[in-house]
């Protein structure tokens, strides 16, 4: 196991309060952004739980456009064919699902998603291990290529969440001296347990515009308004910065700002303060999720989140990429738990019959 860095580098931030990093270090010195990671994910009452990585490689602002277009326009398919691609088998944790997650108690329809494991195509399991958790080790379902508006979904949907999932590993490695006194094996580190595992989930999010009429007032609007507060049951959920669009019957599709200085992304601290947290295009965001805290014995904690539709939203939507790093289902990351009975529990909550996967 390699040993701690005594040097440290010095703690940065956003104009949000979240705490950045630069890939480069990330990448050649993990172990010297410990007290980073501490700030960033620890149990402290301003710890955000998510931690923004800065001067990325060159492709990255490439791939993010890419698949955020295709977001957009698998999202516009007329809804026969977008149907075609969802899988009630796995639980509709592969391929395109509408309206089958419960949020703040009722359907989630103001959201879409595209779920696929963007590094293994066809997970090498026993029959038993598929049967019992379809949501994790069923086969990828991608659009046809040639169906028509979405050429290159695939492509684009791999290339951006490969690229994620190694950041992602990433930063596994500077969260590792946190991890190695709870872990029930010492000899497996966070970012073996990432890297190997066949249960790595994206999920491609298109937020559709508020119903007409729909907004509230400002005043009166939900903090929760477009996605309600959850945390994430990952090791680390990877983050892209979201692209809006506006889109109306009168003029094409185009990138806009984002609809209001408060449409976006809102953080509940360890002490309870609400922050809402910007993700710079160029970079990228990650997260932790309940496993990790799990895995870290408390030391490293998810925070909820959700996010806000704000003021001036009519005709426009919302793009992102989230990629869920986590363990294979036999980890232990709980007193006598394994993450795939975690997983189980966590799925039942967010869905009515156990129908769908929570995300």
């Keep these: 196991m390699a040993t701690i860095s005594r040097q440290t580098q010095p703690l940065t931030y956003t104009a949000d309060g979240a705490v950045s990093i630069s890939y480069p270090t990330l990448v050649s ?65 592969f391929g395109w699902s509408h309206g089958k997650e419960i949020m703040n108690g009722k359907p989630d329809t103001l959201k879409g998603s595209y779920y696929a494991n963007p590094v293994v195509d066809n997970p090498t399991v026993s029959s038993v291990l598929r049967k019992a958790y379809p949501e994790y080790y069923g086969n990828n ?10 050429e290159g979904f695939e492509e684009a949907f791999k290339a951006l969440g490969r690229f994620v ?23 497996i580190s966070l970012s073996h347990l990432i890297s190997s595992s066949q249960t790595t989930k994206a999920r491609l999010l298109h937020y559709f515009p508020p119903p007409a009429g729909a907004s509230a007032p400002a005043a009166d609007e939900p903090i929760d308004s477009w996605c309600g507060f959850h945390i994430d049951h990952s090791l680390l959920t990877g983050l892209c910065s979201a692209m809006f669009v506006h889109d109306s019957p009168s003029t094409q599709p185009e990138v806009v700002p984002p609809p209001s200085p408060t449409s976006g992304l809102y953080i509940r601290t360890r002490g309870q303060d609400l922050t809402k947290v910007s993700i710079p295009p160029d970079c990228l965001a990650f997260q932790t999720g309940e496993a990790l805290q799990l895995a870290t014995a ?62």
């Design 29 to 93: 010195d993990p172990l010297s952004l410990r007290d980073s990671i501490e700030q960033a994910f620890g149990s402290h009452p301003k710890s955000l739980g998510i931690i923004i990585v800065k001067d990325l490689p060159e492709e990255y602002p490439k791939l993010r456009e890419s698949l955020l277009w295709q977001a957009y326009k698998f999202a516009h398919l007329p809804e026969n064919v977008r149907e075609k691609y969802a899988d009630a088998r796995s639980r509709y944790s």
């Design 141 to 150: 379902i991608w659009p046809a290529k040639d169906e028509k508006g979405v």
């Design 165 to 187: 999932f190694t950041v992602g590993c990433q930063l596994a490695t500077a969260c590792q001296p946190f991890a190695s006194a709870h872990l029930t094996d010492s000899s």
């Design 298 to 359: 408390g030391r490293l904690r998810a925070t909820p989140h959700c996010v806000r539709v704000g003021g001036g939203a009519q005709d426009v939507s919302r793009e992102t990429l989230a990629v869920f790093m986590q363990p294979d289902v036999d980890m232990l990351v709980g007193e006598g738990m394994t993450f795939g009975e975690f997983s189980k529990r966590v799925f039942d909550e967010h869905y009515k019959d156990g129908e769908g996967a929570a995300m």
